[in-house]
T-cell receptor
Framework: EAQVTQNPRYLITVTGKKLTVTCSQNMNHEYMSWYRQDPGLGLRQIYYSMNVEVTDKGDVPEGYKVSRKEKRNFPLILESPSPNQTSLYFC?????????????FGDGTRLSIL | RKEVEQDPGPFNVPEGATVAFNCTYSNSASQSFFWYRQDCRKEPKLLMSVYSSGNEDGRFTAQLNRASQYISLLIRDSKLSDSATYLCVVTPPWRSGGYQKVTFGIGTKLQVIP
């Protein structure tokens, strides 16, 4: 089954404790992206990647890191989480250069930073 | 002007009603358009693509007006199960090696009432 898998689904942690949210897709998509969603603000892009070793900042990259060492994986790293990073996070992937193809989303990760 | 604008609603409509949402976009070069449905705190799921000629899928009709730079979603004979948030998505043309920004609207909340 074609899917985007995020882990963990839920995480409660404390300020300053490094964490990683993993994202993996099995569709051989070149493009992957991380979003956060907050009430009243909609989906905001954190980072995106056009292919292996090609990443760039989205609209709200501060406090986040990503890497793309393999095509299928795109982890989101919070080196020193803070309470303002409490949010619902989505990973998505997409075929490049096909305007008719939509983004596919993971199930989401709910992060609470205390 | 925001890149993509939607009325956040909520739209409260009775079962059986017809309801329409619009979404305006600012980049006239935008290439592809989609409507996604998002249930409360879950991942966005593709509802339908939007084509220049307009397209229909059962009770749902999507249209694109390039001259006025908006897309629309019409839902006929609303069901209780249609209650959700509807996100419009706008994508610029893919450019080889170029920056690719997929923009989501904030979403329009629909509540269908018995």
């Amino acid at each position: 089954e074609a899917q985007v898998t995020q882990n963990p689904r839920y995480l409660i942690t404390v300020t300053g404790k490094k964490l990683t949210v993993t994202c993996s897709q099995n569709m051989n998509h070149e493009y992957m992206s991380w979003y956060r969603q907050d009430p009243g603000l909609g989906l905001r892009q954190i980072y995106y990647s056009m292919n292996v070793e090609v990443t760039d900042k989205g609209d709200v990259p501060e406090g986040y890191k990503v890497s793309r060492k393999e095509k299928r994986n795109f982890p989101l790293i919070l080196e020193s989480p803070s309470p303002n990073q409490t949010s619902l996070y989505f990973c998505a992937s997409q075929v490049l250069y096909r305007v008719d193809q939509p983004q596919h989303f993971g199930d989401g990760t709910r992060l609470s930073i205390l | 002007r925001k890149e993509v604008e939607q009325d956040p609603g909520p739209f409260n409509v009775p079962e059986g009603a017809t309801v329409a949402f619009n979404c305006t976009y600012s980049n006239s070069a935008s290439q592809s358009f989609f409507w996604y449905r998002q249930d409360c705190r879950k991942e966005p799921k593709l509802l339908m693509s939007v084509y220049s000629s307009g397209n229909e899928d059962g009770r749902f009709t999507a249209q694109l007006n390039r001259a006025s730079q908006y897309i629309s979603l019409l839902i006929r004979d609303s069901k209780l199960s249609d209650s959700a948030t509807y996100l419009c998505v706008v994508t610029p043309p893919w450019r080889s090696g170029g920056y690719q920004k997929v923009t989501f609207g904030i979403g329009t909340k629909l509540q269908v009432i018995p």
